[in-house]
T-cell receptor
Framework: EAGVVQSPRYKIIEKKQPVAFWCNPI?????LYWYRQNLGQGPELLIR????????DSQLPKDRFSAERLKGVDSTLKIQPAELGDSAVYLCASSLAGAAYEQYFGPGTRLTVT | QKEVEQNSGPLSVPEGAIASLNCTYSDRGSQSFFWYRQYSGKSPELIMF????GDKEDGRFTAQLNKASQYVSLLIRDSQPSDSATYLC???????????FGPGTSLSVIP
């Protein structure tokens, strides 16, 4: 069974430029999470989807970040415009519905904003 | 007060010793507690979870939970160099239906 797939793995952009990350969860996993992990810190939840509905986006900086999960499968996280402080690893995870205790993480996208 | 706290380390132990990793949490209503391991440059992977007070053993790993003290720990017996990683404590905040991660403790097992 394939794991959580993310792309790209690495991205370097200049500040004020837009960037997008893509995630394909494990087949059958209704719940999808986007996390941001800064160096030396634990993952911080940005948004959680149950199927196509965003049920928790309280930590998503909505002035510059947006996300979508059309058809309840793949998801895209976008930043526009990027700032220097957005440099981090962006992790996507998925789980069965109601099973936040057993999340499977993708390899992450390392974003560097210069 | 942060919701989940861990000593950042680094914690260094000799090969074969017991490594003890600690975590405290602030939400008394939390019901579920997890330990994730994260190798450098890799994504977190779940290694243990515990719901009830007491100990839960899985191979060389033992998770301990004390809800009255709001304290969770992970013991790694017979530590191996391959155990060198960052260990993330995560807590299920039942009242908010979300899992919160601590900052992680870096463990280094010295051969």
């Amino acid at each position: 069974e394939a794991g959580v797939v993310q792309s790209p793995r690495y991205k370097i952009i200049e500040k004020k430029q837009p960037v997008a990350f893509w995630c394909n969860p494990i087949s059958g996993h209704n719940t999808l999470y986007w996390y941001r992990q800064n160096l030396g810190q634990g993952p911080e939840l940005l948004i959680r989807y149950e199927n196509e509905e965003a049920v928790d986006d309280s930590q998503l900086p909505k002035d510059r970040f947006s996300a979508e999960r059309l058809k309840g499968v793949d998801s895209t996280l976008k930043i526009q415009p990027a700032e220097l402080g957005d440099s981090a690893v962006y992790l996507c995870a998925s789980s069965l519905a109601g099973a936040a205790y057993e999340q499977y993480f993708g390899p992450g996208t390392r974003l560097t904003v210069t | 007060q942060k919701e989940v706290e861990q000593n950042s380390g680094p914690l260094s132990v000799p090969e074969g010793a017991i490594a003890s990793l600690n975590c405290t949490y602030s939400d008394r209503g939390s019901q579920s507690f997890f330990w994730y391991r994260q190798y450098s440059g890799k994504s977190p992977e779940l290694i243990m979870f515990i719901y009830s007070n007491g100990d839960k053993e899985d191979g060389r790993f033992t998770a301990q939970l004390n809800k009255a003290s709001q304290y969770v720990s992970l013991l790694i017996r017979d530590s191996q160099p391959s155990d060198s990683a960052t260990y993330l404590c995560a807590v299920d905040l039942t009242s908010y239906d979300k899992v919160i991660f601590g900052p992680g403790t870096s463990l280094s097992v010295i051969p």
